[in-house]
Structures are given as C-alpha cells and as structure tokens.
C-alpha cells in the first residue's frame, strides 16, 4: 500500500493524462453538442433518464417545470407578458390607466382654473382618486 502511494507521489504522468483527458473531453463535448449527431446522443441519453424514472420511481431525477425561468429569464418575462395581454386583466389594466389620464387631465384643468380664481375646490379628493386608481393598477400588474 505505502508503495503505491509513493510511487503516486514519485510518477507524475497520471495527473499530467487526467487533465489532458479531461480538457480534450470537454472540448470534444462542446464541438459535438450543436451537432445532429450530438442531438441524438442527449435525446436518448435524456429518454433513458426518464425511462429508469418512471420504471423504478426515482423522484429525484424529476426535472422543474419552471427550470427553463431560470435559464431564460429574459424570455419567460416577455411569454408572460404576451400571455398577460389576451387575459382580462391586461383588458383591466388598460382600462385604468386610461381613467388614470383623464383624471390626470381633470387635475390639470382644476389647477388651471384654481390658478385663475375661477374655481375653488379641494384638491385632495382629486388627488385621493388618482392614488387609488394607482394602487388599482399596481394590483392588476403582474409580479414578474
């Protein structure tokens, strides 16, 4: 035993072959991984994977379906923003902030005429609407 880590110790040629093993594999998976050669080989690697999961149960093996979010983060934003403009609460959202410019525009008006003396009223109910109408939106408004 003490001679066979001695001579591990002493000959060196093994570390020298596993790094050289092991860059020339990885090069040769990164040149093979676009390949339709290369295709084939994951989709059945990814088959046999599913098969020993499903055949013997072995939970651990279960990929997450929101896995490629993680990935992708850029393009899961963008599907669930185009998902969120045919439902309804886009519809709702568009909807608020339309009332939300003509409030703004009331707003706009009653100042105008404030500033002229032509009018007096109270401003904050005016204002109150326009912070709800905002809380409204931010409700609507995905959590992306």
Not at 77 to 95: A, G, H, P, T
Not at 96 to 123: A, G, P, Y
Request: with cysteine; aromatic share 12%.
């Amino acid at each position: 035993m003490w001679e066979m880590i001695t001579s591990m110790a002493t000959d060196r040629l093994w570390i020298y072959t596993g790094i050289a093993g092991s860059l020339f594999g990885a090069a040769f998976l990164f040149y093979i991984k676009d390949t339709r050669a290369g295709l084939w080989c994951y989709s059945k690697f990814d088959k046999s994977i599913d098969f020993f999961r499903d055949r013997y149960g072995w939970t651990w093996l279960n990929q997450d379906k929101d896995a490629w979010k993680k990935v992708h983060p850029r393009i899961a934003i963008m599907i669930e923003m185009l998902e969120l403009q045919n439902s309804d609460q886009y519809k709702k959202i568009v909807k608020l902030q339309k009332e939300l410019v003509t409030v703004q525009k009331l707003l706009v008006s009653v100042n105008n005429k404030w500033n002229n003396q032509e009018l007096e009223i109270d401003d904050t109910v005016i204002e109150e609407k326009i912070n709800n109408l905002d809380e409204r939106i931010k409700q609507l408004e995905p959590k992306l």
